[in-house]
C-alpha cells in the first residue's frame, strides 16, 4: 500500500512539474506547428498515458489512477479539448489490450472515455489552469474512484490507499496553488512598477499611461497635435510562428532601427501593446500626419532586418489609423479611440492603407 501511496504521488509530482515547464515553454516557443499543435500534443500525451498504464497493469494491477488522470488534466493545461478528447481516447481504448477483457473494464473504459469528453465540455467553457486544476482533477477522480471500488477493488486495504492518496494530492494541489498565486503577486508589481513608471519594460519606449498623460495637455492647453497609431501585421505572424521571446526581438530590433527614421516636424513613439505603437506628433495638423504617415510607411516596408539574424517571410506590413485635434474634438482618451477606429478601417482595407478619423482623403501605398 506504501509503496502504492508513493508511486503514485511521484507520478502525480512529475507530471505536474514537468507540464508546468512544458506550459512555460509553450509561451516563449510553440512546442509543434501551429495548426496541428492541439492534435499532436493529445498524440503525444495519449501515448505518454499508455505507457505509464500498461506499467500500471503489468506491476501494480492496474490500480495506480494517476496515470490516466494526469495525461488528460496535462491536455487541458497546455492543449485544447481537442487534445483532451485525443488523449482520453487514446488511454482509454488501450485498457483493451493491456487486461482481460471483463465487463467491468469496458465499463471502465467508457467511464474514463465519457469523463474525458464530459471534460472538454467544461475546459471549452471554463478552461483549465493551474489555479482550478484540483476542481478537475477531483471532479474525474471521484467518479473513476468509486466506480473502481465498487466494481473493480473490493479489498478494504484498497479504499484505504485511494482515501490516502486523496489526502496527499489535495495538500498538494493546495501548495501548487499557493505558490503560483504568488508568483502571480509578484509579477503584478512589477507590472505596476512598469506603468508607474510609463515606461515599456520591453522596448523601453514610453506606454499608454504616457500617451494618455501627454494627449490630455495637449487638449487642455488647446494644443493642435495628431496621434498615429501603426499596427504592424508582422509581429503577430512571427509571434505566433516563433513564440514571444523571438517576437521581443524582432520587436526591440526595430525600435534601434527606427532611430534612422528623419522627418522635419517633431514626433515621439510610444507604445501600446506588443504590435501597436503610437506616434504623437505636436503642433501637427491632419495634413503632416498624412504627410508622415506615407513617409513612415515607406521606411518600414524598406526595412531591412536580416543583418540582425531575423528572417521575415514578407516585407514589414503595416496599417495606420489617425486622429487630429481639435479638428476631432473631445477629450484625450476620444481623440486616442478616434485614431483607433480609423485604424480598424485600415485594417479592413489592405496591408498598407492610412485612414484619418477626420474624413479627410486616405492615402493608400501599394507596393
Not at 501515448?47 to 497493469?57: E, K, P, R, V
Not at 503577486?185 to 519606449?205: M, R, S
Not at 517571410?313 to 476631432?328: E, H, R, Y
Request: hydrophobic share 45%; proline share 4%; aromatic share 16%.
Amino acid at each position: 500500500m506504501l509503496l502504492l501511496i508513493v508511486f503514485n504521488y511521484t507520478i502525480l509530482f512529475t507530471f505536474i512539474v514537468g507540464i508546468y515547464m512544458l506550459h512555460v515553454k509553450k509561451q516563449s516557443m510553440p512546442l509543434f506547428y501551429q495548426q496541428y499543435e492541439h492534435v499532436f500534443l493529445g498524440i503525444l500525451l495519449g501515448t505518454t498515458g499508455i505507457l505509464l498504464t500498461g506499467a500500471s497493469f503489468s506491476s501494480f494491477g492496474g490500480y495506480l489512477v494517476n496515470v490516466r488522470l494526469i495525461p488528460v488534466l496535462a491536455a487541458g493545461l497546455i492543449g485544447s479539448p481537442l487534445t483532451i478528447i485525443i488523449t482520453g481516447f487514446m488511454i482509454g481504448y488501450s485498457r483493451f489490450f493491456m487486461g482481460d477483457l471483463t465487463i467491468p473494464l469496458v465499463f471502465g473504459t467508457a467511464n474514463f472515455m465519457l469523463l474525458s469528453f464530459i471534460m472538454a465540455i467544461f475546459h471549452n467553457r471554463f478552461p483549465i489552469t493551474f489555479k482550478n486544476i484540483h476542481w478537475y482533477y477531483f471532479g474525474i477522480f471521484i467518479p473513476t474512484a468509486l466506480f473502481s471500488y465498487f466494481f473493480i477493488l473490493p479489498s478494504f486495504e484498497q479504499l484505504n490507499l485511494l482515501l490516502a492518496f486523496v489526502i496527499c494530492t489535495t495538500f498538494y494541489f493546495f501548495l501548487l496553488k499557493y505558490t503560483l498565486q504568488k508568483r502571480q503577486q509578484e509579477a503584478l508589481l512589477v507590472q505596476h512598477a512598469a506603468n508607474y513608471e510609463k515606461i515599456d519594460t520591453i522596448t523601453k519606449l514610453p506606454n499608454h499611461r504616457w500617451v494618455y498623460e501627454r494627449c490630455e495637455e495637449y487638449v487642455h492647453s488647446h494644443m493642435r497635435f495628431s496621434v498615429i497609431r501603426c499596427y504592424i501585421y508582422n509581429f503577430e505572424e512571427y509571434h505566433q510562428h516563433n513564440g514571444h521571446l523571438m517576437r521581443d526581438q524582432l520587436i526591440t530590433t526595430t525600435i534601434q532601427k527606427l532611430c534612422d527614421f528623419d522627418y522635419a516636424h517633431p514626433y515621439q513613439f510610444a507604445q501600446l501593446d506588443s504590435y501597436e505603437f503610437v506616434i504623437l506628433m505636436p503642433d501637427a495638423p491632419p495634413a503632416i500626419a498624412l504627410d508622415f504617415s506615407a513617409h513612415f510607411q515607406h521606411f518600414m516596408q524598406d526595412l531591412d532586418l536580416s543583418q540582425h539574424g531575423i528572417q521575415l517571410d514578407k516585407d514589414i506590413q503595416l496599417a495606420l489609423g489617425i486622429a487630429s485635434f481639435p479638428d476631432q474634438s473631445g477629450e484625450a482618451v476620444d481623440i486616442i479611440q478616434a485614431a483607433g477606429k480609423a485604424l480598424d478601417k485600415a485594417k479592413q482595407k489592405t496591408h498598407f492603407t492610412i485612414e484619418h478619423a477626420n474624413n479627410l482623403p486616405e492615402t493608400k501605398t501599394q507596393r
